[in-house]
């Protein structure tokens, strides 16, 4: 699935955040006092420069630990790493690199921690962060329907006159009990409004107080292509189904001021490099604000982060870019454009990834969000202009239009000179993966699905010989291909050591037993695909990635090995330190 791919949830946060037009006034990040509050907020400063090389040949920094995993095929492991304006210089033994520490050289000893170059993910999405501060009722925070009530209400008493408690990420799907009612909501919060939004983003619940400030009434017609759910009198329950329903709502809810949208964007970035990341991708700027994306995310990033950033932008607005010149490459510092984000299908567990069978126990197969011709086309002017194409892919039908599309629309020359890549790729045959090793097209999987969803998808949604293919990282592996494993942030939360341990074990949350045990891949090969592979699928490689002379000095530490820990403990190794450039960003 891709909540943030999704259309609705997109329609849904640009009413929410009714800042369209604010933001637009920050242009290209040129007009950053148009909005309040927002420079304080971004800071004046630029980011800072690397630090001053040493005059000598010494190394500014000597990192020591009992191992680097450096990632780089030269030298796959050593003991020391030195480190001169920001950018490695060497990487080795002890003595090897001691020899470079001179009298103003400062040396940090790990003791017997482990040393990773920092984590890359590779699949996020920074829209997300306006519902930041919204109360968390989903499944990976809330065990069950239960436990989501007393959340809400606990949050509406502590509410203050005149606030709302507004909740974000309800599952029903994942999360057992019965569904939220008016009823519920009106006992646990008769005087505070509240409103409770689905992960999926197609669903709402409110009660009484909020349908009473929305002016909603029973007599009020249903919204085209949505729906206030009804109980049998005719009388509103409290359910809302699509986001034009959600509208009468939104328009009264609070919102969040550009600074603030600055603010909840750079504490997703500080939990980024709590988790050990150094560099993020995002598959979907200008999704929710157009060029109001690339401000947002420039005023954050002259915060000066602990983590690098770099994306895609969305293929709907191709002619706002080009108007804007925009061309691959570096935006600003630490900011890089490098590519185009297009959307095959929907979600799986949705039912709406397209499929080649239909889901169990049904007539539907999915859709395609376009005709293949306008992927196609997507794809042949992207090429040609030079960009990296991704494209969201769920269903093994989408998949096979979407190599169709990358074998015609860039006629026969695939993706090996600019990396093309298939998102979440989830369902993929292995004929499908002969096809992408032959297009030199990689995929990046949401292997979430596998932990979290996995049983959703074998026993209700799928059947098992298709749930089997979800995800394959051995088989594509085998097959030659670098792949990468993301979160598709806030789908699932930026954790790539969780990532690594999911496509390591492929065990189920809701039991069952391992999806498809012929799939596991080693903890070596998952740390490739959160650091180096996912860094080369994301054009950073020449900076980042591995730990070898020349690149960026960025470093994740961990307490333990996660190669040599038991798979079941390597998502809750702790992260010791972040470095970014050679300065350290992240403390545990
Ligand atoms: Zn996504």
Redesign the pocket.
């Known amino acids: 699935m891709?909540n943030?791919?999704n259309p609705s949830f997109m329609s849904f946060m640009r009413a929410y955040g009714g800042r369209r037009d604010a933001l637009r006034r920050l242009g290209s990040g040129l007009l950053f006092t148009g909005l309040p509050g927002l420079a304080a907020a971004a800071g004046s400063a630029a980011p800072p420069a690397l630090p001053t090389p040493a005059r000598s040949g010494a190394a500014d920094v000597i990192f020591l630990a009992r191992r680097f995993h450096t990632m780089a095929a030269r030298r796959p492991q050593a003991q020391a790493l030195a480190v001169r304006g920001g950018r490695i210089v060497a990487v080795g033994s002890r003595a090897q690199v001691m020899g470079l520490k001179g009298s103003g050289t400062q040396v940090v000893d790990f003791g017997d921690m482990t040393v990773l170059p920092g984590f890359v993910d590779p699949?996020m999405?920074s829209n997300f962060c306006g519902l930041r501060p919204w109360l968390d009722v989903g499944p990976f925070t809330t065990r069950d329907m239960d436990e989501a009530r007393r959340k809400i209400a606990q949050a509406a008493g502590a509410a203050r006159e005149g606030q709302w408690v507004q909740a974000k990420m309800l599952d029903p799907s994942l999360m057992p009990g019965r569904p939220l009612t008016r009823r519920d909501l009106d006992a646990v919060a008769p005087q505070v409004p509240v409103f409770v939004l689905e992960s999926n983003g197609h669903v709402a619940y409110v009660n009484s107080k909020a349908i009473e400030l929305a002016r909603v009434t029973r007599d009020t017609p249903d919204p085209p292509q949505a729906r206030f759910g009804r109980d049998a009198d005719g009388e509103l329950n409290g359910r809302l189904d699509e986001p034009p329903a959600f509208q009468p709502f939104v328009s009264v809810l609070p919102k969040p001021s550009g600074s603030e949208f600055v603010g909840f964007l750079r504490a997703d970035l500080d939990d980024a490099s709590a988790r050990g990341c150094t560099a993020l991708h995002d598959?979907?700027i200008g999704g929710l604000y157009a060029e109001g994306d690339i401000a947002l995310i420039e005023a954050a990033m002259k915060t000066d982060p602990g983590v690098r950033y770099a994306g895609m932008l969305v293929s709907t607005h191709m002619r706002k870019w080009r108007e804007m010149g925009l061309r691959p490459g570096e935006h600003s510092p630490r900011f890089t454009l490098n590519g185009i984000k297009a959307w095959s299908d929907g979600s799986n567990q949705g039912g709406t990834g397209y499929q080649r069978q239909p889901y169990l126990n049904s007539s539907n197969r999915g859709a395609l969000n376009y005709r293949p011709e306008e992927i196609e086309q997507v794809v042949r002017e992207s090429h040609d202009e030079g960009w990296q194409l991704g494209i969201?892919a769920n269903g093994d039908a989408a998949i096979d239009v979407t190599l169709d599309a990358f074998e015609r629309g860039t006629r026969g020359a695939g993706g090996h000179k600019l990396r093309h890549r298939i998102?979440h790729c989830s369902i993929l045959h292995d004929e499908q993966i002969a096809r992408m090793k032959a297009l030199g097209i990689s995929p990046s999987f949401l292997i979430g699905h596998v932990h979290f969803w996995g049983r959703a998808f074998r026993d209700r949604l799928l059947g098992p010989d298709r749930a089997d293919r979800l995800d394959p990282c051995r088989s594509a592996l085998r097959a030659g291909l670098r792949i990468s494993l993301h979160s598709?942030y806030n789908?699932t939360p930026i954790d790539p050591l969780r990532c690594v341990q999911n496509a390591v074990l492929r065990d189920m949350r809701e039991g069952g037993g391992v999806l498809n045990p012929a799939e596991r891949i080693t903890a070596m090969q998952g740390l490739r695909a959160v650091t180096i592979d996912a860094a080369w699928q994301c054009h950073l490689d020449h900076l980042c990635g591995s730990l070898e002379p020349g690149k960026a000095a960025d470093l994740v530490v961990l307490e333990k090995d996660p190669t040599t820990v038991s798979p079941d403990a390597i998502q809750s190794i702790r992260i010791h330190s972040t470095w970014l450039d050679g300065r350290r960003r992240f403390a545990g």
């Open positions: 891709c943030s791919c699949h999405h598959c979907g969201h998102e598709d789908v």
